[in-house]
């Protein structure tokens, strides 16, 4: 395949970039299809379906359901045509709480009692940060936002819990009440931060160190944390959780639903 | 006990409304305690409990979900000491779909694998609206503001269906635009209206005849429809669940959570 330039992969549809994930691209998300929402993935089998639901009922900052799909079905509402199985550049397998298998194609490890849950990404609203002039330096970098699990634990439910994860952007001082301002607008996105200026008060001893992600540099950037869909990564460890897929950080399923919808 | 005044009643916290409806008192909730959330209220045996939830997060405007209790609990995050089997004005009892009761105090009916709903309430927003200038009719004439159960099917989850019910509040003209954006602002406990002005769309074909609630005059007003939690109720009875004890219409349960806490 030639090489995408981002002005490319940014334009596109959630249809049209999906269709390069399925025949087996593996890169991260951050330039592509920007219009259109991008979403966190976790499948789990559906005995621990009910306790996934109730954690993410119960921290719904970290963990907005935008989709649950019915038992082994690969499809969701918000994206016709879509394989869930396949549509996204790359898969983390887990066993026992452990990421053992990093897949671009998780049809092999599908099975017939896994309920999907699409969770929403902080992704969706940084075309309203960019709009009101906000900087992003990850998309400056073109990598993905760094992660980290945080000493903020979770409300758990049933057999889940776990800290909570955060993604950090560092914003000029000036425009942190802007960034403020316009993130609180997408609530089922993760809405306003969690936190602002201060990484020690979450136990985070080193920005340029991150649990997922990539580092980005801060400089005299504010940095700001926002909750992240990660955070259902944190509770399969916490959890030791028996089998589970999800996205791999950074590799999200992009969804055909603009954007703009999660925004009130 | 002595005859409470409006001022009297709207002044208490939630805490003292509820010591009240334990006590055995018997009144619509619209003018009690005023500046914190009312909820509607569902319990349900386990074995369904996933399927509301699900249901839930698949009709979101109707059924904000803001607490779940633990199986046979009568308790919950958002009001301390509350017992949520006594401290409702007035309960229905459900058999295969049926409203077979209503109770004042459920205990004798409570079960220890009943999960307990907590779902938000548009009377959440009545404050917002009320100090916006917005009148609101139903609070005038101290009813319960009317509810049909209209021609929109709910999204189904497992076995769980029925149609959407909606509140209507009739609003002047030149402020139904000030109503969307004030309850825009709750997305939590319904957010902005499902339907303005055409109740013959809805299939509502005598707006003094409500499937639940008051008789609200409209007069010159323009009819205003928002989602409304008794949605909940609607798919107990289409889908004929074998027991649910919820709620009547209008007699919520009121917690300590302030209404402003559901503001953006």
């Not at 990421?99 to 849950?117: C, P």
């Not at 990404?121 to 400056?140: I, K, M």
């Not at 990564?233 to 999800?246: D, G, M, N, Y």
């Amino acid at each position: 395949m030639d090489t995408l330039t981002r002005e490319q992969t940014e334009a596109m549809t959630g249809a049209e970039a999906r269709a390069h994930f399925r025949a087996g691209l593996r890169v991260p998300t951050v330039d592509w299809a920007s219009r259109y929402a991008q979403t966190n993935l976790i499948s789990v089998p559906k005995d621990v379906a009910y306790d996934l639901l109730l954690f993410a009922q119960r921290n719904p900052k970290a963990c907005p359901v935008l989709d649950v799909t019915d038992p082994g079905s690969p499809t969701t509402v918000l994206a016709e045509g879509a394989d869930l199985r396949t549509d996204l550049p790359a898969y983390y397998i887990w066993r026992d709480g452990v990421m053992v298998e990093e897949v671009t194609d998780a049809t092999e490890h599908w099975r017939d009692d896994l309920v999907t849950f699409v969770i929403g990404c902080s992704y969706t609203f940084e075309r309203g940060l960019l709009d009101a002039g906000v900087p992003l330096r990850h998309h400056e970098l073109g990598v993905t936002d760094p992660m980290w699990a945080v000493n903020i634990e979770c409300r758990p439910a049933g057999r889940l819990s776990g800290p909570l994860v955060v993604g950090m952007r560092p914003i000029p001082a000036h425009l942190v009440a802007t960034a403020v301002q316009v993130t609180a607008r997408y609530p089922s996105v993760h809405g306003a931060p969690v936190h602002i200026g201060d990484p020690a008060a979450l136990g985070i001893t080193d920005l340029q160190k991150p649990d997922f992600g990539d580092p980005v540099p801060v400089g005299d950037d504010i940095p700001v944390f926002w909750a992240c869909g990660v955070t259902t990564q944190a509770a399969v460890i916490a959890s030791k959780l028996e089998f589970a897929i999800t996205h791999s950080p950074g590799y999200m399923f992009i969804t055909d639903v603009p954007d703009a919808t999660y925004a009130l």
